[in-house]
């Protein structure tokens, strides 16, 4: 067995809120490795800080103390612009509620990533449109999201998370939003990806049957991350 | 670009809220512009005056009138090429509501003063010349009363009293388009030979002398040489140039002048105040997309600029239609007034004047929602969207 490699190192990461001059502390001390190529499912209860730490992985919130350290890079040291940059060229997005832009296309939606690289407006294109390939939604290119359905829009979500080729994909409840055949149909297009394009995943998640898809399951609660036995099949 | 596209789809998103807007911009270039051009058209008389032209009049008032013998005592002093007497008839034809400038003029003199009074028709000229109760009339004029050459009318005298009939001997149109093409001319000697029959008191009164001049620096000093003459006589002259007599009249009006000035400012202003609410509200209902566009790596600028350029969509829109609105409105306009308004169009400056307002509201708009968007941090953003 080979050891994997390691692609995102936490370190002493902590973070708190002031709420009414009081501080609320969220996470304390969190510290562990992400390998290249993982499936993690975080969970916790609701409030437990989740969402937070998934942001401060993903560049998008800041941490109060600690290291991430990506492929190298601590990202915590990025100014603004270079964070931006880093997340356009490492990081795809897919969140609980899709977040596409309503007046925007299928296809122009998963475009909008790319128009930050130096690809031809025809390289875009073709791009977008086999990122939509990817997802099973080659036919619905020309909709607009609310023409689709949750579980559509999600995958067009997803395709605009992967149209960059980033090596991370984050997502925040991904299947919160969605009926129990939508919910399946994304987990396994997740776990695709994770098997075939050898994507890390980092997946927020309160539903049991998504922890099951992933490869490591841990456990966030009171500040403190623990990590749980293997799902099974892992 | 997709970008632009999107700025422009995000402008037209609320329908209803954007249709609203661009009418209001619409409206508020379209009010703006108008009221400009009710300046201008005041400021018409000024505008048309020629830098070559002395006003001789009373100077105790307009209603008292000059001895016919100032004519050749005018004409003797340096630098006065041409010296033509004239009245303010103040005749009305048929009805008092159809007001129209009517003077009485030596018809040679004027001709040769006016150039800007273009005849086309050298038979007309001459007819107008030969006729002692021949008239000329302005282009615009003779198509309100459908007059043509040939056509007899008369006028009602009011200060003058009596019907005075004369013949249209011709029409002139003007050299440019601040011309006033809504005055008639006579001759004075019908003038002068009627009152001479009728009521011989009032007979060689002249009511103001145009002068023309050699050269219009010296407007100053021709002016000073003319009155020297006739200072400590029973008739004091008062001489000024063709501007500053016609500006005379607006003086009159200038706080009215100031008041409509002001409310073409305050339309623009308020216009201001509405859409950069509207946009404001719908940057804030986009902030979560702002969050999204940012957590794809747009910059802030970028984010800031979407908004920028959605707001000057609105405002360009609504600016542009106001605009192509401008010249047909100022024409029915200009037709209505033109009791009060012989002349009434609408300037190169007005429309200019009229994009600049468009922008500036695009502008100005959207800075406060532009700043709003840049700022906007992702991830207090998305928790308020999740
Ligand atoms: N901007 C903020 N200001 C104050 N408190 C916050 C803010 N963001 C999150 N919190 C608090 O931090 C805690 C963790 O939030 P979150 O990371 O969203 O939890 P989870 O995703 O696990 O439900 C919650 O108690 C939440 O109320
Ligand atoms: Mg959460």
Known sequence: ?234 | MLLIRLAIRNAFRHRLRSFLTILGVMVAILAFGLLRTVIDAWYAGVEASSANRLVTRSSVSLMFSLPMAYKDKIRAVPGVTLVCQGNWFGGIYIDEKNFFANFAYEPQTLLDLYPEYVLDDPAQRSDFLRDRKGCLVGAKLAKRFGWKVGDNITLRGTIFPGDWVMTVRAIYRGARSGTDESQLFFHWAYLDETMRVNYPSRAGQVGFYMVGINDPNKAAEISRAVDAQFANSLAETLTETEKAFQMSFVSMSEAIILAIRLVSFVVVLIILAVSANTMAMSARERTGEYAVLKTLGFSARTVALLIAGEALVISLTGAGLGLVLILPCAEAFGTLMTDFFPVFAVSRETIMYGVVAGLAVGILSGIYPAIYAARVRIAVALRKVG
């Not at chain 1, 492929?71 to 990081?91: C, F, K, P």
């Not at chain 1, 609980?96 to 690809?119: C, H, K």
């Open chain 1, 1 to 234: 067995m080979t050891i994997p490699e390691t692609l995102i190192e936490i370190r002493g990461l902590a973070k708190s809120y002031q709420r009414g001059g009081q501080v609320i502390p969220v996470l304390t001390d969190i510290s562990f490795d992400i390998a290249r190529g993982e499936f993690l499912a975080l969970m916790g209860p609701s409030g437990s800080g989740k969402s937070t730490l998934l942001n401060c992985l993903a560049g998008i919130d800041r941490a109060d103390a600690g290291q991430i350290v990506v492929n190298g890079q601590d990202i915590t040291l990025l100014d603004e612009t270079e964070l931006a940059e880093w997340r356009s060229r490492s990081v795809g997005f897919i969140f609980q509620f899709y977040n596409l832009i309503p007046v925007l296309t299928a296809l122009e939606n998963v475009e909008l990533p790319l128009l930050l690289t130096n690809l031809t407006r025809r390289e875009r294109r073709e791009h977008a449109e086999s990122a939509l390939a990817a997802v099973g939604l080659d036919d619905r290119m020309d909709h607009y999201p609310a023409q689709l359905s949750g579980g559509q829009q999600q995958r067009v979500a997803i395709a605009r998370a992967i149209v960059t080729d980033p090596d991370i994909l984050v997502a925040d409840e991904p299947t919160g939003d969605l009926d129990r055949v939508s919910a399946e149909d994304i987990l396994n297009l997740l776990d695709r990806l994770s098997s075939e394009m050898g994507k890390t995943i980092i997946m927020v998640t309160h539903d049991p049957r998504a922890a099951q898809q992933a490869h490591v399951l841990r456990n966030l609660d009171k500040g403190e991350l623990s990590r749980v036995a293997d799902p099974a099949g892992h």
